[in-house]
């Protein structure tokens, strides 16, 4: 049996687009082949961010998610968390060149992490766990869970089911073609909302299914009783 690496071991990790040479290519790719401002729109919409809202991005990558957010509402506490130092250096001076104000760490997501004053109200994520394995799938969700304060809630944006036809075969041949399918065939199958009900999220619901040229990109959300 071959071993299965840690979802955040260092070895193990695929940088955006899987390579780190495409990483600057990554905006572009995202913007042209996802329908980013339509997805990204309804995202925000979902999570509505507050003055008083505590958010954690899980994977915030680029950080175009993150100026996005803070456009819509400037006073929104917002901490975003990913491994990869050059998708970081690229959010950080995303946030200073829009004049906002973000916490930025370099680093994999872990309950076990973060300090006690991070405790958030909302948990986000998109684009990230379709390439993660999914014992690291599940993992970051029971992470999610337990940071979380009661009441919080919990939003992903990512790739979900993929109906047989046209986009399941445009997810094989662009996001599995990049990405594998070891990772990425439990979410063309519909993975995330089971997850997110056997951690002990309520109220899970698929908000929005976008279809895209790399497959269905659907838009989760749940609450921590």
Same mark, same amino acid.
């Not at 491994?83 to 690229?90: C, E, I, K």
């Given at each position: ?44 919409? =979902? ?23 803070? %456009? ?13 130092? #050059? ?9 200073? @060149? ?6 930025? =760490?370099? @680093? ?8 006690? #004053?991070?405790?958030?109200? %909302? ?19 029971? #992470? ?6 009661? @009441? ?26 990049? #990405? ?12 995330? !909302?089971?997850?997110? =009900? ?12 976008? !279809? ?11 609450? %921590?009783?």
């Amino acid at each position: 049996m071959t071993k299965q690496e840690p979802w955040n071991d260092a070895s193990a990790y695929k940088p955006p687009l899987r390579y780190k040479v495409l990483t600057p290519l990554y905006d572009f790719t995202i913007a042209y082949l996802t329908r980013e401002k339509t997805w990204r729109n309804a995202f925000i919409n =979902e999570i509505s961010p507050s003055p008083t809202d505590r958010i954690i991005d899980i994977g915030c990558g680029t950080g175009s998610l993150a100026v996005a957010i803070l %456009k819509r509402e400037p006073r929104t506490d917002y901490l975003g968390i990913d491994p990869d130092a #050059d998708a970081l250096s690229r959010a950080r001076a995303k946030i200073i @060149g829009a004049g906002l104000k973000a916490r930025m =760490e370099l @680093g994999f997501f872990s309950a076990n992490g973060l300090p006690e #004053d991070s405790t958030p109200n %909302k948990v986000i994520s998109s684009l990230v766990l379709h390439q993660v394995p999914l014992g690291g799938k599940k993992q970051i969700i029971t #992470d999610m869970f337990r940071v979380l304060a009661s @009441g919080g809630k919990v939003h992903i944006a990512d790739y979900g089911y993929q109906k047989p036809g046209l986009m399941r075969l445009l997810f094989r041949i662009t996001v599995q073609a990049l #990405d594998g399918v070891a990772d990425t065939q439990p979410n063309a199958e519909g993975i995330i !909302p089971k997850l997110l =009900e056997q951690t002990g999220f309520t109220d899970v619901c698929e908000v929005s299914r976008i !279809p895209t040229l790399t497959g269905t990109i659907s838009i989760y959300s749940g609450e %921590k009783p």
